[in-house]
Each structure stands twice: as structure tokens, then as C-alpha cells.
T-cell receptor, first 111, second 115 residues
């Protein structure tokens, strides 16, 4: 059974600071997705990572995937308040179409 | 282009009552998913459809949950009878991927409260 662990689960950071969210998973996979969820809203796709070494960047967010370490990171650069949300990673089991989500990282960016 | 549409957005019922949720996926997306999201948790898959066929329903509690996707477009998810533990947000998602799950596009969800 595929297990996906995110850490930290809660993150309070000051505007302008950098930080990284980690997503570890337990079995072989080379497809990983990052989603953002605002309170009371649905999930919005951020990044699709489809191979080892994949790196994607959008604004102040950068995601990477290391399939050998079974690890993905979501790096936040110079955080701003608008980035406050819950971030989920989701891993696709190899040979299956099932996505398993982590518990999410609730990010609060404070002035 | 319209996104995934779900209704109702909110539903409050008493336990043992039935409830149904409706989903209209993005046009052209053959794959449709129903997820359940409990408070403070990530979504968990209930069922996946390829066109009108349920290809993965292993996590659907079949004693009280049922789903259908007639004509391979809209889908309904039903709970009968509802229990207190069914309180959650029920998310519908669709994908255009033909291999793998691909990027999922989610609706805004149906928040169920069972009293």
C-alpha cells in the first residue's frame, strides 16, 4: 500500500522568507502532483512531475522530484501572504491510475 | 471553458436519510473520480470511472454507497442511509489522460453534514 507523508503539516512563516515542504512516499512511482487548496475551495493543480529529476517553477514556487529517494519538494521563495493555503502532494502508484494524497501542509504567511 | 460542476454545494441531513450528489465533468474528459475529504485530511478515492465503466471501486463502501455514470458524462454518488461518519466534503474530479491518472481537475465539492 502506497503511503504518502508530508512535512511539516503546519507551517507559519514570515513574508520574504524561504522554506521547503517535503513529500515522501513509500513505493515506486515516477508521477507526482502538487495541488493547492484555499479554505472552503477545491483543489487547484500546481505542478505535474512525470520523471526523475523533474523540476517545475511557477512564480515563487518550485517543485522537484527525486524518484530514487522517493521524495518531492515544494520550495517557497520570498513568501507573500497570497501563498497562504494548504498544499497537497499526490503520488500515482506505479502500474495503477490511483492517486494517493498526503495529509497536506497548511501554510500561513504572516507579515 | 467550464470546469467540473458539482451540486449541491452544501447538504445537511439527519442520519439514516439518503443523499445524492451530482457531478458534470469537463467536456471531453473520459475519466471521472469521486473523492471524499475529511476535515484536515487529503482526499481519498472512492471510485474511478473510465467512460461509463467503474474501473476502480475497491474503496467504495458498497453497503451504503452507490455511484453511476450513465452515458459516460454526468455522474451521481448516493449514500443510503447516511451515518454520522459520512460527514465530509465529496469531491468530483475529471481527467483527460489516457494513460495514468494525469492531472486531475476538481470541482468545488459537496459538503455533507450528517446530524
Amino acid at each position: 500500500e502506497l503511503k504518502v507523508e508530508q512535512n511539516p503539516l503546519f507551517l507559519s512563516m514570515q513574508e520574504g522568507k524561504n522554506y521547503t515542504i517535503y513529500c515522501n512516499y513509500s513505493t515506486t512511482s515516477d508521477r507526482l502532483y502538487w495541488y493547492r487548496q484555499d479554505p472552503g475551495k477545491s483543489l487547484e493543480s500546481l505542478f505535474v512531475l512525470l520523471s526523475n529529476g523533474a523540476v517545475k517553477q511557477e512564480g515563487r514556487l518550485m517543485a522537484s522530484l527525486d524518484t530514487k529517494a522517493r521524495l518531492s519538494t515544494l520550495h517557497i521563495t520570498a513568501a507573500v501572504h497570497d501563498l497562504s493555503a494548504t498544499y497537497f502532494c499526490a503520488v500515482e502508484s506505479a502500474g495503477s491510475y490511483q492517486l494517493t494524497f498526503g495529509k497536506g501542509t497548511k501554510l500561513s504567511v504572516i507579515p | 471553458e467550464a470546469g467540473v460542476v458539482q451540486s449541491p454545494r452544501y447538504k445537511i441531513i439527519e442520519k439514516k436519510q439518503p443523499v445524492a450528489f451530482w457531478c458534470n465533468p469537463i467536456s471531453g474528459h473520459n475519466t471521472l473520480y469521486w473523492y471524499r475529504q475529511n476535515l484536515g485530511q487529503g482526499p481519498e478515492l472512492l471510485i474511478r470511472y473510465e467512460n461509463e465503466e467503474a474501473v476502480d471501486d475497491s474503496q467504495l463502501p458498497k453497503d451504503r454507497f452507490s455511484a453511476e455514470r450513465l452515458k459516460g458524462v454526468d455522474s451521481t454518488l448516493k449514500i443510503q442511509p447516511a451515518e454520522l461518519g459520512d460527514s465530509a466534503v465529496y469531491l468530483c474530479a475529471s481527467s483527460a489522460a489516457t494513460t495514468g491518472s494525469g492531472e486531475l481537475f476538481f470541482g468545488e465539492g459537496s459538503r455533507l453534514t450528517v446530524l
